[in-house]
């Protein structure tokens, strides 16, 4: 079958596209997106988060025809240009990625969550990230990248000097 | 396999009667994964995401709720915390916040697991089940009435579930799950309960320890008993630390667990004392507080 639909504000059309088949094949073997990766196909992982119609969730659980005339935005549609969300540069900065294969997943629900909470506390991040794993642990490195991210934003919606990284990192 | 796109319950009724062994998707939260791991290939899959009924709740003049099938859990948390206090604290324990954007209390009765989450909240709710289909129209099917076996539910082959009616909350009410983690967790066991102080009587849910979620009769009558004859729903006494012991044990007793890889039959015999236990304790206490706020 063929579906039609908005990915990162482009209006993107995948054909032969097998009826049982989920979003996040689409996206990565279809239509040249694959930066949402494949790790567990069962909701497990986070590492396919993106969102669809506004809401992060996992590409794997979605059926492709499901998203025929809706509006997904990916990892790639993160970015403005050549210039990174301050999500994307605060995981940079706090050294948070390692094999980075867990990387654009969190990426995605951390852009949420701070979208919905501007200042969330520990308590907070940990819950929206629950559902991200991370096989090299790097947790530490991910809640610095987080509260990182956090205060840039607040950082540049009150005009203030940028926070720089090495107050977050620890050692 | 085809993939059929109904606009309208109409058409999706259409859809099951002509394919009753399609498989309705939704969140796909299960669905998904058993096509991703080729478990299963259905003839067809019915979308439901672009039916606007099934994604709607209203509060009727009786305070009835009728939650859509396809509501997500995360707005069954965000907007009916107040009138579904126990289901919205068994939504809170679904997978992880991307699985509460997308899973559904209709996908979880549907797939009918012993260990669906929302399971045990519903049974203490008391709720009705309406399904449909195109031949013979709507009908309710009590929840009690629900559940027949593993993943084995009362819908027929050509039935959808449009809704699930669902009482609001008259009293306290609890949920909890033991698992390895916070998140991403099928439960080893879980217990839901409701006081009913109008009805003067109490409802239980028992998750993932029987073939199917089942209500814990004994344990409800035990406690209901107690109640009126000491005449603690007036008083808002003291419950007795013997008969919250008691309780624990009676919904022990109810169930009918398995060694499995999550946990064995008697770990899972005791957790459930100890849930059953303490969810009665919050539930009173909360109605006690709840009494001397009213004073």
Same mark, same amino acid.
């Given at each position: 079958?063929?579906?039609?639909?908005?990915?990162?504000?482009?209006?993107?059309?995948?054909?032969?596209?097998?009826?049982?088949?989920?979003?996040?094949?689409v996206?990565?073997?279809?239509?040249?997106?694959?930066?949402?990766?494949?790790a567990?196909?069962?909701?497990? $992982? !986070?590492? /396919? @988060?993106i969102?669809l119609?506004?809401?992060?969730v996992c590409a794997?659980?979605?059926? *492709?025809?499901?998203?025929?005339?809706r509006?997904?935005?990916?990892?790639?549609?993160?970015a403005?240009?050549?210039?990174?969300?301050?999500?994307?540069?605060?995981?940079?900065?706090a050294g948070?990625?390692? $094999? !980075?294969? /867990? @990387?654009?997943?969190?990426l995605?629900q951390?852009h949420d969550?701070?979208?919905?909470? *501007?200042?969330?506390?520990?308590?907070e991040?940990?819950?929206?990230?629950?559902?991200?794993?991370?096989?090299?642990?790097?947790?530490?490195?991910?809640?610095?990248?987080?509260?990182l991210?956090?205060?840039?934003?607040?950082?540049?919606a009150?005009?203030?000097?940028?926070?720089?990284?090495?107050?977050?990192?620890?050692? | 396999?085809?993939?059929?796109?109904?606009?309208?319950?109409?058409?999706?009724?259409?859809?099951?009667?002509?394919?009753?062994?399609?498989?309705?998707?939704?969140g796909?939260t299960?669905v998904?994964?058993?096509?991703?791991?080729?478990?299963h290939?259905?003839?067809?899959?019915?979308?439901?995401?672009?039916i606007?009924?099934?994604h709607?709740?209203e509060?009727?003049?009786?305070?009835?709720?009728?939650?859509?099938?396809?509501?997500?859990y995360?707005?069954?948390?965000?907007?009916l915390?107040?009138?579904?206090?126990g289901?919205?604290?068994a939504?809170?324990?679904?997978?992880?916040?991307?699985?509460?954007?997308?899973?559904?209390?209709?996908?979880?009765?549907?797939?009918?697991?012993?260990?669906?989450?929302s399971?045990?909240?519903?049974?203490?709710?008391?709720?009705?089940?309406?399904?449909?289909?195109?031949d013979?129209?709507?009908?309710?099917?009590?929840?009690?009435?629900?559940?027949?076996?593993?993943?084995r539910?009362?819908?027929?082959?050509?039935?959808?579930?449009l809704?699930?009616?669902?009482?609001s909350a008259?009293?306290?009410?609890?949920?909890?799950k033991?698992?390895?983690?916070?998140?991403m967790?099928?439960?080893?066991?879980?217990?839901g309960?409701?006081l009913?102080?109008?009805?003067g009587?109490?409802?239980?849910?028992?998750?993932?320890a029987?073939?199917?979620?089942?209500r814990?009769?004994?344990?409800?009558?035990?406690?209901?008993?107690?109640?009126?004859?000491?005449g603690?729903?007036?008083?808002?006494?003291?419950?007795?630390?013997?008969?919250?012991?008691?309780?624990?044990?009676?919904?022990?007793?109810?169930?009918?667990?398995?060694?499995?890889?999550?946990?064995?039959?008697?770990y899972?015999?005791?957790?459930?004392?100890?849930?059953?236990?303490?969810?009665?304790?919050?539930?009173?206490?909360?109605?006690?507080?709840?009494?001397?706020?009213?004073?």
């Open positions: 079958m063929k579906i039609t639909f908005d990915v990162n504000g482009r209006r993107t059309e995948a054909d032969d596209v097998w009826e049982g088949e989920s979003l996040l094949y996206l990565r073997e279809r239509v040249g997106l694959p930066g949402s990766k494949n567990c196909e069962q909701g497990e $992982c !986070g590492s /396919c @988060t969102y119609d506004g809401d992060p794997c659980l979605v059926a *492709a025809g499901q998203v025929q005339g509006e997904v935005r990916t990892v790639e549609g993160l403005d240009g050549d210039t990174l969300d301050p999500v994307q540069q605060a995981f940079v900065d948070a990625v390692q $094999c !980075g294969f /867990c @990387t654009p997943g969190l995605v951390t969550l701070l979208e919905r909470q *501007a200042q969330p506390g520990d308590a991040i940990r819950e929206a990230l629950s559902g991200n794993l991370c096989r090299c642990t790097g947790y530490e490195k991910i809640m610095d990248a987080v509260r991210a956090a205060a840039r934003k607040a950082e540049a009150s005009n203030r000097v940028p926070v720089r990284p090495e107050r977050f990192t620890g050692s | 396999m085809e993939f059929l796109r109904p606009a309208t319950w109409d058409e999706a009724l259409a859809a099951k009667a002509e394919y009753p062994t399609a498989v309705p998707i939704a796909g299960d998904m994964v058993e096509l991703n791991f080729d478990r290939r259905p003839v067809a899959l019915i979308d439901l995401n672009r606007p009924e099934l709607d709740w509060t009727g003049a009786d305070g009835v709720v009728r939650l859509g099938a396809s509501v997500p995360a707005r069954i948390i965000g907007h915390s107040d009138r579904l206090p289901l919205s604290l939504a809170r324990t679904v997978g992880s916040p991307q699985i509460r954007n997308r899973g559904s209390v209709g996908g979880n009765l549907g797939a009918a697991s012993p260990a669906g989450d399971h045990p909240a519903l049974l203490a709710s008391g709720c009705l089940v309406e399904a449909a289909s195109a013979r129209g709507p009908r309710m099917i009590p929840i009690d009435e629900f559940f027949l076996g593993v993943k539910n009362a819908l027929e082959p050509d039935e959808l579930i809704a699930v009616h669902i009482p008259t009293g306290p009410q609890q949920f909890a033991i698992g390895t983690r916070n998140a967790v099928i439960a080893v066991c879980s217990f309960m409701a009913h102080p109008e009805a009587s109490v409802r239980t849910g028992i998750g993932s029987a073939p199917t979620p089942r814990a009769g004994a344990a409800e009558e035990f406690i209901a008993a107690e109640l009126a004859d000491t603690m729903w007036a008083s808002r006494g003291e419950l007795a630390a013997a008969t919250a012991k008691r309780f624990g044990e009676l919904v022990a007793e109810a169930a009918s667990p398995i060694d499995d890889v999550r946990g064995s039959a008697a899972r015999r005791h957790a459930l004392s100890v849930l059953a236990r303490r969810t009665l304790t919050w539930t009173w206490d909360e109605y006690r507080a709840a009494g001397r706020a009213a004073a």
